[in-house]
């Protein structure tokens, strides 16, 4: 690592690995801030430390949530731009015509954003509850758009999929379970009317990555091929076979290894062709989504990468496609992807400032003329130490046996403590001198040698900890939950070398409320490099590529709410406008979430405050500042302030 003076914004975007995941939305400007250019590499881009100030002075308080919707729309014109070459390429004669399915980001500017901009395209939405379809009804106006019916499915969901077909919709109610068929035939009797209908066939083709077992054989949706086949003649006896339209699978979200959806693709291909073959009028093939991002930018088969690109992908499904149908003589079908996380990720980040920090005390405390042996053989410990030569050749042996020696004594510390034989200084002490032995062995350690494993560990036990105001379960429950890697960077500073190597963690009173996991040179890192905390001015850091499932799928741990947020557009100039503000939830909103009055919790709190007046245990004056503060926290964010 080059000196602190040489530094550059060149090192830290390698560092944090910037130029990998970033591109084209996010760099390092010359001020040493993340610059985001919502529209990618047609240019404009905003300063984000400047926007978090103004932001900041307009009573939008941290954790910020801030919603880029240029990205929104360049993520969906990317898609369809690498389906179109993708198709003229291939001289494939149908279109792509895709989804966002609703689960990723259920936020009503999020879904109105994605109907408003992609109508160009004829963009549809993808339901996979009521509530879903409720969203996707009252927003798709578009008769040409597709609103793909998911999900569990009651007798009320098939009819009112059936009515919108005739309001001018075109929903197709997706057949996952076998039970479904007898709904849809009820239904459609009922109604003397019937839903365009698809069905989902289980695959044989196995995924890999985190959700690779979601699919198969023992998957929670899908049907086999003898339920399929069972289907088909269920529909034709009940005159229904004519409104089969659609082949649906999905192997996964987040596929990071393209092979798994070539074999995927040719299997579900020659099911199309069958279905066409037995009778069904067919005409779109949904691949699903699982269309990954690459989150470290290492374009690897890991499962915080993807060993493909956006063009690959669509190159894939166009080609695969074509070469099953053409053979055949069947036409090739629309193509559908519900591609939600590819779409969603980047247009998302949050920004969160560093509330303080913490480490183990390495310093070398001053000596005294009566310290016990066992303190003073630390000492000597420490020194021995000091004066290995950085270039000695039994430096490691040396290393790891005077570690040995200091975790002994400050065993032997610890029992004459616990006997009543050292005191309470002495035996901090000791603890001080055994941290200050390892971070002056942390600090010899070879650079071209394999490093013993207790020695290496060394390294993370003297890492600090920062503390960060948002809560883990909130604002990424997905690191928590299936320890899920997004990038993690600060967003200022990065024309210097950072000194610090620490984890961070939230505001909630959990262990498990910490990020600890980092992205690094395509292997996850336990430790982040970070600044020294300005007491002048915020340490700020964005968690990135987090607009996809993280804000639908928090809780309230600790009662910390949603946070505020705001969605941001490009003007002319190089300016910004601000489409939308979206309040967090304060103290007042999570208490009603848990079925708390807070009229009633004052209330309670106004006549304990009374009894305490009377019995002279509280003044007046106190009784009211007392109340006040608990009025104004119910009006607060659920986060800390300045």
Same mark, same amino acid.
Request: a negative charge; proline letters at 4%; glycine letters at 8%.
């Given at each position: 690592?080059?000196?602190?003076?040489?530094?550059? !914004?060149?090192?830290?975007?390698?560092?944090?690995?910037?130029?990998?995941?970033?591109?084209?939305?996010?760099?390092?400007?010359?001020?040493?801030?993340?610059?985001?250019?919502?529209?990618?590499?047609?240019?404009?881009?905003?300063?984000?430390?400047?926007?978090?100030?103004?932001?900041?002075?307009?009573?939008?308080?941290?954790?910020?949530?801030?919603?880029?919707?240029?990205?929104?729309?360049?993520?969906?014109?990317?898609?369809?731009?690498?389906?179109?070459?993708?198709?003229?390429?291939?001289?494939?004669?149908?279109?792509?015509?895709?989804?966002?399915?609703?689960?990723?980001? &259920?936020?009503?500017?999020?879904?109105?954003?994605?109907?408003?901009?992609? =109508?160009?395209?004829?963009?549809?939405?993808?339901?996979?509850?009521?509530? #879903?379809?409720? +969203?996707?009804?009252?927003?798709?106006?578009?008769? #040409? $758009?597709?609103?793909?019916?998911?999900?569990?499915?009651?007798?009320?969901?098939?009819?009112?999929?059936?009515?919108?077909?005739?309001?001018?919709?075109?929903?197709?109610?997706?057949?996952?379970?076998?039970?479904?068929?007898? @709904?849809?035939?009820?239904?459609?009797?009922?109604?003397?009317?019937?839903?365009? !209908?698809?069905?989902?066939?289980?695959?044989?083709?196995?995924?890999?990555?985190?959700?690779? %077992?979601?699919?198969?054989?023992?998957?929670?949706?899908?049907?086999?091929?003898?339920?399929?086949?069972?289907?088909?003649?269920?529909?034709?006896?009940?005159?229904?076979?004519?409104?089969? @339209?659609?082949?649906?699978?999905?192997?996964?979200? &987040?596929?990071?290894?393209?092979?798994?959806? =070539?074999?995927?693709? &040719?299997?579900?291909?020659?099911?199309?062709? #069958?279905?066409?073959?037995?009778?069904?009028?067919?005409?779109? *093939?949904?691949?699903?989504?699982?269309?990954?991002?690459?989150?470290?930018?290492?374009?690897?088969?890991?499962?915080?990468?993807?060993?493909?690109?956006? &063009?690959?992908?669509?190159?894939?499904?166009?080609?695969?496609?074509?070469?099953?149908?053409?053979?055949?003589?069947?036409?090739?079908?629309?193509?559908?992807?519900?591609?939600?996380?590819?779409?969603?990720?980047?247009?998302?980040?949050?920004?969160?400032? !560093? *509330?303080? %920090? %913490?480490?183990?005390?390495?310093?070398?405390?001053?000596?005294?003329?009566?310290?016990?042996?066992?303190? @003073?053989?630390?000492?000597?410990?420490?020194?021995?130490?000091?004066?290995?030569?950085?270039?000695?050749?039994?430096?490691?042996?040396?290393?790891?046996?005077?570690?040995?020696?200091?975790? =002994?004594?400050?065993?032997?510390?610890?029992?004459?403590?616990?006997?009543?034989?050292?005191?309470?200084?002495?035996?901090?002490? $000791?603890?001080?001198?055994?941290?200050?032995?390892?971070?002056?062995?942390?600090?010899?350690?070879?650079?071209?040698?394999? !490093?013993?494993?207790?020695?290496?560990?060394?390294?993370?036990?003297?890492?600090?900890?920062?503390?960060?105001?948002?809560?883990?379960?909130?604002?990424?429950?997905?690191?928590?939950? +299936?320890?899920?890697?997004?990038?993690?960077?600060?967003?200022?500073?990065?024309?210097?070398?950072?000194?610090?190597?620490?984890?961070?963690?939230?505001?909630?009173?959990?262990?498990?409320?910490?990020?600890?996991?980092?992205?690094?040179?395509?292997?996850?890192?336990?430790?982040?490099?970070?600044?020294?905390?300005?007491?002048?001015?915020?340490?700020?850091?964005?968690?990135? *590529?987090?607009?996809?499932?993280?804000?639908?799928?928090?809780?309230?741990?600790?009662?910390?709410?949603?946070?505020?947020?705001?969605?941001?557009?490009?003007?002319?100039?190089?300016?910004?406008?601000?489409?939308?503000?979206?309040?967090?939830?304060?103290?007042?909103?999570?208490?009603?979430?848990?079925?708390?009055?807070?009229?009633?919790?004052?209330?309670?709190?106004?006549?304990?405050?009374?009894?305490?007046?009377?019995?002279?245990?509280?003044?007046?004056?106190?009784?009211?500042?007392?109340?006040?503060?608990?009025?104004?926290?119910?009006?607060?964010?659920?986060?800390?302030?300045?």
């Amino acid at each position: 690592m080059s000196d602190s003076e040489h530094w550059s !914004i060149q090192d830290s975007a390698a560092l944090y690995g910037l130029d990998r995941w970033g591109d084209p939305y996010f760099s390092i400007n010359g001020r040493g801030h993340i610059s985001v250019q919502p529209q990618g590499d047609r240019g404009g881009s905003l300063d984000l430390v400047d926007l978090v100030s103004e932001l900041k002075s307009r009573n939008l308080a941290l954790p910020l949530l801030i919603r880029f919707d240029d990205i929104l729309e360049d993520r969906l014109e990317r898609l369809h731009a690498v389906f179109e070459r993708a198709i003229a390429q291939y001289s494939y004669p149908g279109r792509y015509q895709g989804v966002f399915p609703v689960k990723c980001n &259920q936020q009503r500017h999020v879904v109105e954003e994605l109907v408003s901009c992609g =109508k160009r395209w004829n963009f549809g939405l993808e339901a996979g509850s009521k509530a #879903e379809l409720l +969203i996707a009804l009252s927003l798709l106006d578009d008769p #040409e $758009a597709l609103l793909i019916c998911n999900g569990y499915k009651d007798r009320l969901y098939i009819e009112t999929a059936i009515l919108a077909r005739r309001l001018g919709r075109q929903p197709v109610v997706v057949i996952e379970q076998p039970d479904e068929v007898d @709904r849809i035939i009820e239904a459609s009797k009922s109604l003397g009317a019937a839903p365009y !209908i698809g069905v989902r066939a289980k695959l044989s083709s196995r995924s890999t990555g985190r959700w690779g %077992s979601s699919v198969g054989d023992k998957a929670k949706f899908g049907l086999s091929i003898p339920e399929l086949l069972e289907t088909v003649e269920r529909l034709r006896d009940n005159n229904l076979l004519q409104d089969l @339209r659609l082949l649906h699978f999905h192997i996964g979200s &987040q596929i990071n290894d393209i092979a798994v959806l =070539k074999d995927a693709l &040719q299997e579900a291909g020659q099911i199309y062709v #069958e279905l066409n073959r037995l009778g069904a009028p067919m005409g779109f *093939l949904d691949v699903g989504g699982g269309l990954g991002i690459d989150y470290d930018g290492s374009r690897t088969a890991s499962s915080a990468s993807t060993n493909y690109s956006l &063009q690959n992908y669509a190159n894939d499904v166009v080609a695969t496609v074509r070469e099953c149908c053409e053979p055949n003589g069947v036409a090739v079908p629309t193509l559908v992807s519900e591609s939600g996380r590819a779409i969603a990720s980047h247009f998302s980040l949050l920004v969160f400032d !560093i *509330l303080g %920090s %913490s480490a183990l005390p390495a310093s070398i405390p001053n000596a005294r003329g009566d310290e016990p042996l066992t303190v @003073r053989n630390l000492r000597d410990t420490l020194a021995t130490i000091q004066e290995l030569s950085a270039t000695a050749d039994a430096q490691l042996v040396r290393l790891q046996e005077a570690w040995n020696d200091a975790l =002994k004594f400050k065993q032997d510390a610890l029992a004459a403590f616990r006997l009543g034989y050292m005191g309470l200084p002495d035996r901090g002490t $000791a603890e001080q001198l055994t941290w200050a032995c390892a971070d002056a062995i942390s600090k010899r350690l070879p650079k071209d040698q394999a !490093i013993p494993e207790e020695l290496a560990a060394l390294s993370k036990a003297l890492a600090g900890t920062y503390y960060a105001n948002l809560s883990i379960f909130r604002s990424a429950p997905d690191t928590w939950a +299936i320890d899920q890697l997004f990038p993690v960077v600060p967003i200022q500073k990065l024309d210097q070398r950072p000194t610090r190597l620490a984890n961070l963690a939230d505001l909630t009173c959990d262990s498990d409320g910490r990020l600890d996991s980092f992205i690094g040179d395509g292997q996850p890192k336990q430790l982040l490099e970070l600044h020294e905390l300005d007491s002048e001015n915020p340490y700020l850091i964005g968690l990135f *590529l987090s607009g996809a499932y993280q804000e639908v799928m928090g809780n309230l741990h600790n009662l910390f709410g949603t946070t505020n947020a705001v969605h941001i557009r490009l003007s002319s100039g190089g300016s910004y406008r601000i489409d939308h503000v979206v309040r967090g939830d304060t103290n007042a909103d999570v208490l009603e979430a848990m079925e708390h009055d807070p009229r009633a919790l004052l209330e309670r709190l106004r006549v304990a405050a009374e009894a305490a007046i009377n019995n002279g245990q509280l003044r007046i004056d106190e009784s009211r500042r007392l109340l006040d503060h608990l009025e104004s926290s119910l009006r607060q964010t659920t986060y800390l302030q300045d």
